[in-house]
């Protein structure tokens, strides 16, 4: 189906390639808070405020009113407006907001989502349906992230599988996990907010507390079609925001002011010509080795081998074959071949400073939408962007405006690419 810090060294939103592959920041600390250009996942729990605090860099978006731009789904093409498209019917306008917001520096890491599955499920029962079990190193042991011991104590039942997962961003979301996350956030205390700036970007460091309220907030999950309840406060990105956040150049570059890429101007038309250099990762812990390069993205780019790291704890044999979904070596090697790399280490900003908007995991929105053309369906559909480690360039376009069911189970067992990034509305 057709989807669309370095930790210690960077300062600080259907076809499937290889059958899957196509589909398509915050930390937890205890201390002041990471600096807006100094994201750092890492930290424990701050016992003075009794839960776990996690650290938000988000980037400001502004040029309220910016003009949209037409799209036809996954075509290299741009237009100023559709009625300039070839096909008036598939044309989508994207990109236009008409408000200030902001949107997070970086995608959302494991150690996150651990310490929001150790607030919200502290009994580590997973009544809400927060976790699979493919998602253990001991089922998928090159892709498994999180650990769950029913034997730990309260609050500590989930773990970071290795330590080398805790900086890579979490990929096994759906919808309705991602809206829990984001409820919590917003249920949440705010410990602190502060303001920064590095050149031409304007960033704001939250910290929040997390409650383990979750399915009321900003959005109320007990409505399958839950849209934003609030206009002020945490959300997940629409449509419109992300792409604008990763395409939108408010000094005019590009076409009709939007990149072709979220990290580069590119030029329409061209293929994946001028598509940013795939991120090379170090085979055991999967820090990028080669952020010199620049600009730098972690896909999976035509006539090169994807960006693939294993922990390196664990056997060749394990990395290579063990898998959840019965598949043969073969087969396996074929569909799962890139890997996540650690947030923000490529390097490379969009127009407004975010950082692997293009590559790594694909990125949930709130935006709803139809289902694919000829489909009926009860299900409620939403969009997602940015293309993966395991895809091609072209699904780091304006126009992969990639879909699935919010509630997709299959994906939850299959897919270890999809992932979360925040948004802030309103004050």
């Excluded at 502060?194 to 109320?220: C, D, I, W």
């Excluded at 956040?245 to 408010?250: E, K, L, S």
């Amino acid at each position: 189906m057709r989807l669309a810090f370095r930790r210690n060294g960077l300062k600080r939103t259907v076809v499937t390639a290889c059958g899957l592959s196509a589909l398509l920041a915050a930390s937890v600390t205890t201390g002041s808070g990471a600096s807006a250009d100094e994201p750092r996942p890492g930290g424990a729990r701050n016992p003075s405020l009794n839960g776990p605090v996690i650290t938000l860099t988000t980037v400001k978006v502004g040029a309220p009113g910016n003009p949209s731009v037409g799209i036809l789904p996954f075509k290299d093409a741009l237009y100023r407006s559709c009625a300039d498209a070839p096909s008036l019917k598939e044309c989508l306008r994207v990109g236009g907001v008409p408000y200030r917001y902001e949107i997070g520096q970086l995608e959302v890491t494991v150690e996150q989502w651990v310490a929001f599955l150790n607030t919200v499920d502290p009994d580590g029962r997973n009544r809400l349906r927060l976790y699979d079990e493919t998602e253990s190193s001991t089922a998928w042991p090159r892709y498994g992230q999180i650990n769950l011991s029913p034997s730990a104590g309260t609050g500590r039942h989930y773990s970071v599988a290795f330590p080398q997962w805790a900086d890579k961003p979490y990929g096994f979301a759906n919808f309705l996990r991602a809206a829990r996350f984001v409820n919590s956030l917003y249920n949440g205390r705010l410990v602190s907010k502060r303001t920064s700036s590095k050149g031409t970007f304007n960033y704001v460091t939250y910290q929040v507390a997390l409650s383990p309220q979750t399915e009321r907030g900003m959005y109320e999950l007990a409505k399958p079609k839950t849209t934003r309840v609030h206009r002020t406060g945490f959300v997940l990105p629409s449509q419109d925001e992300w792409i604008k956040a990763a395409y939108y150049d408010p000094r005019g570059g590009g076409t009709y002011s939007y990149w072709k890429y979220p990290t580069n101007p590119g030029v329409f038309g061209d293929g994946a010509a001028t598509a940013p250099s795939p991120t090379v990762l170090a085979p055991g812990t999967g820090e990028v080795t080669n952020a010199a390069t620049q600009p730098l993205a972690s896909y999976h780019a035509d006539g090169k081998a994807a960006p693939s790291w294993c922990p390196q704890q664990l056997s060749p044999e394990a990395c290579s074959t063990g898998n959840p979904l019965g598949f043969d070596p073969v087969i396996y090697a074929k569909a799962y071949q890139g890997s996540l790399s650690a947030v923000g280490e490529a390097r490379t900003t969009s127009p407004w400073g975010t950082l692997d908007q293009g590559g790594n995991a694909v990125e949930w929105t709130d935006t709803i939408t139809a289902p694919p053309s000829g489909q009926s369906s009860l299900r409620v559909w939403r969009r997602l962007h940015g293309g993966i480690s395991n895809a091609p360039a072209y699904q780091m376009w304006p126009s992969a405006v990639g879909l699935q069911p919010q509630d997709n189970v299959f994906y939850n067992h299959t897919y270890p690419w999809l992932g979360l990034r925040i948004g802030v509305i309103g004050d």
